[in-house]
């Protein structure tokens, strides 16, 4: 992570409206970004982010050897250890504040007070490894929190259409399911308004 602290030029973001004039009061949400480990949730969060996210990277030591599953992700050298945080305005006056889980499994305790007063999460998947977001599936479903099931595909690998990723996960047809890439903005922006609009779907009028 750069080191924003330390470098002024890093540490001048840039204002949003809703920032500058005043009367002006955006809807502020909360949306968790959930899935297993190395599955993109930091890339994600920075990808999007309009201030400098707040991550608690950690260079992976011999502790977490063993405990972090790396195969499939050998470049990796950091993990989140506790959470990821960044923020992002939609449509001038719909400000989300993103919350990226830790995926290891010890950290699961945090889950609850991450996901109170969301109004919905991102469950980010990977076909190579589509059983690690069963955890997060079975959570949201348990706690009735509205999700979209947002598939990372790492280029070089099988691209699958969203409805065998559907099928393979057996997310309800209401739930929706998009392809993306956490690398890209364009794209971890469509996954958000694709959450905005079904947790909106799904609430009383
Ligand atoms: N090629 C590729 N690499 C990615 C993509 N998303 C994440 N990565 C890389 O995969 C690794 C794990 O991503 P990270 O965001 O740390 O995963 P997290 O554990 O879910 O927070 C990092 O080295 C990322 O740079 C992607 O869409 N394509
Ligand atoms: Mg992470």
Known sequence: MVDAVNDPAQSAEKLQPWQEERGRAPISVKIVVAGGFGVGKTTFVGSVSEIEPLTTEAVMTQASEGTDDITATPEKTTTTVAMD?????????????????????RFWFMW???ARGAIGAVVMADTRRLEDCFPALDYFESCALPYVVAVNHFEGTEY???????EALSVPDRVPVVIMDARKRDTVVDSLTALVGHALDLTPA
Not at 85 to 105: C, E, H, I, K, S
Not at 160 to 166: G, I, L, P, S, T
């Open 85 to 105: 945080f960044g923020r992002v305005t939609l449509d001038a006056d719909l400000v989300l504040y993103l919350f990226g889980t830790p995926g290891q499994r």
């Open 160 to 166: 699958y259409e969203a409805e065998d990723v559907r």
């Open 112 to 114: 609850d007070d991450l």
